[in-house]
Nanobody, 131 residues
Framework: QVQLEESGGGLVQAGGSLRLSCAAS????????VAWFRQAPGKERQFVGA????????HYDDLVKGRSTISRDNAKNTVYLQMNNLKPKDTAVYYC????????????????????????WGQGTQVTVSS
């Protein structure tokens, strides 16, 4: 059983940067694909990006592509989401999620952007971007 915990959220001005962390305990996290999602008030949870278990491949939603970078340190059981040039529309609760089935697939396996593909979730961290 894997437990995920996000950190690094906070209040930042438009144009600023934040680095979110997703720390895992238990399980074989280093072989799980990990995604970031976000949910703004009154809106559906939205895919932000994902990284394969090896770190060899990453995928991003068009809304954050070019402004965000996902990386991972498997020795520390941690995945990161670096967000730059933040905009007020980036305000949301950010969640990390892991797909444990990824351990059966290649180093570049991407589970997809659907939240249904991920079986472990963190509690989320709030990101607020002021204008």
């Amino acid at each position: 059983q894997v437990q995920l915990e996000e950190s690094g959220g906070g209040l930042v001005q438009a144009g600023g940067s934040l680095r979110l962390s997703c720390a895992a305990s238990g399980g074989s996290f280093s072989r799980y694909a990990v995604a970031w999602f976000r949910q703004a008030p009154g809106k559906e949870r939205q895919f932000v990006g994902a990284i394969s278990w090896s770190g060899a491949s990453t995928h991003y939603d068009d809304l954050v592509k070019g402004r965000s970078t996902i990386s991972r340190d498997n020795a520390k059981n941690t995945v990161y989401l670096q967000m730059n040039n933040l905009k007020p529309k980036d305000t949301a609760v950010y969640y990390c999620a892991a797909d444990s089935r990824a351990r059966y697939y290649s180093t570049t396996y991407f589970p997809g952007p659907s939240r249904n593909e991920y079986d472990y979730w963190g509690q989320g961290t709030q990101v607020t971007v002021s204008s």
